[in-house]
């Protein structure tokens, strides 16, 4: 077995699943706490993406280094997906919020289209190229030929969101509240919380974690266009069910053995089959185990 190309599929799948593992912990909170499909995650990925290219070309007219233009890109792009996530609640489907469940699920994917269409109409179809805004430092010279920096830089990213993120639910008032929401939103109303504030708040953090996902792959594969979004989204909703939907380290789990699965596939297989493989590998899961990895079956009583 040649090890070095096993551990660049290695390292290649890991990078993409943890772009998958970010937008998959939009999908999750948000079901976790009002049992919606939010459909158009995916666009505000595609939107952090866009900032960042917009953001990156004026500063880079000011010659800015391209470290500081990547952090200042990525904290508009965060601040921007994070008031359209937060938008698209109020708008979309907190009016549905006690309508049959499939109006909400319809109003999704309506804002899906309209925010591609946006894109199309604001910006171009086409794909447009995205600086490299990631410096090869040198002390990742010896691992150049398996990893990059861009690569080093998503994995330790995602790394630190999710442990971030897990940190905040378990231990923060903030936390315990959306947990609360998530088991008996009624009941943790009676309590005293706040349960449109935590929604808004799910909503601001999986829109944050999407835009991250969008600039970090932007910079690592060095194009964006209107339609990334939809592919990464649909997989990213695959990596969800995979772990278990509602779950986050479900999500964190599912994107890894996704983006794992695509890149071993793609190495050992073919690249024409990778689309069909998450497709697939969605089609067992709910076949064989609906409630995904960790995920737990519900029991009703009757």
């Known amino acids: 077995m040649d090890w070095q190309y096993f551990w660049e599929l290695f390292f290649g799948g890991l990078t993409r699943g943890s ?12 079901y976790g706490i009002i049992e919606l ?7 505000v990925y595609m939107l952090g993406a866009f900032t960042a290219l917009i953001v990156a070309g004026a500063l880079g007219i000011y010659g800015f280094p391209a470290v500081a233009i990547l952090i200042i890109a990525a904290a508009v792009a965060v601040i921007y997906c994070a008031a359209y996530g937060v938008t698209l609640e109020k708008i979309a489907y907190k009016p ?21 269409n946006y894109v199309i109409l604001a910006q171009t179809s086409d794909f447009m190229p995205f600086p490299n805004l990631v410096p090869q430092p040198e002390f990742l010279e010896p691992i150049a030929h398996i990893m990059g920096a861009s690569e080093v830089l998503i994995i330790v990213t995602s790394a630190v969101a999710m442990a971030a993120l897990t940190l905040f639910i378990k231990y923060t008032r903030m936390g315990k509240a959306m947990r609360a929401t998530a088991q008996n939103r009624k009941m943790a109303m009676l ?15 999986g829109s944050s ?32 069910v995979l772990g278990g939907i509602g779950s986050i380290p479900g999500a964190m789990l599912g994107g890894l053995v996704l983006g794992w699965c ?8 073919s690249s024409d089959y990778e689309d069909a493989l998450a497709f697939g590998l969605l089609v067992l899961i709910l076949i064989f185990r609906p409630s995904g990895i960790l995920g737990k079956a519900k029991t009703q009583k009757v």
């Open 262 to 269: 695509e890149s071993f596939a793609t190495g050992y297989i």
């Open 191 to 205: 309590l005293g919380i706040d349960a449109d504030k935590v929604i808004s708040l799910t909503f601001v953090i």
């Open 19 to 30: 772009i998958y593992a970010l937008i998959a912990l939009g999908y999750t909170m948000v």
């Open 37 to 43: 499909i939010n459909f158009a995650h995916g666009e």
């Open 96 to 116: 549905l919020r006690d309508a049959p469940r499939l109006s909400p699920l319809i109003s999704a994917i309506g804002m899906s289209i309209f925010l591609q």
């Open 209 to 240: 974690l999407a835009a991250v996902g969008g600039v970090l792959i932007a910079s690592h594969v060095g194009q964006v266009n209107f339609a990334i979004g939809f592919i990464a989204g649909i997989k990213a909703f695959t990596a969800a």
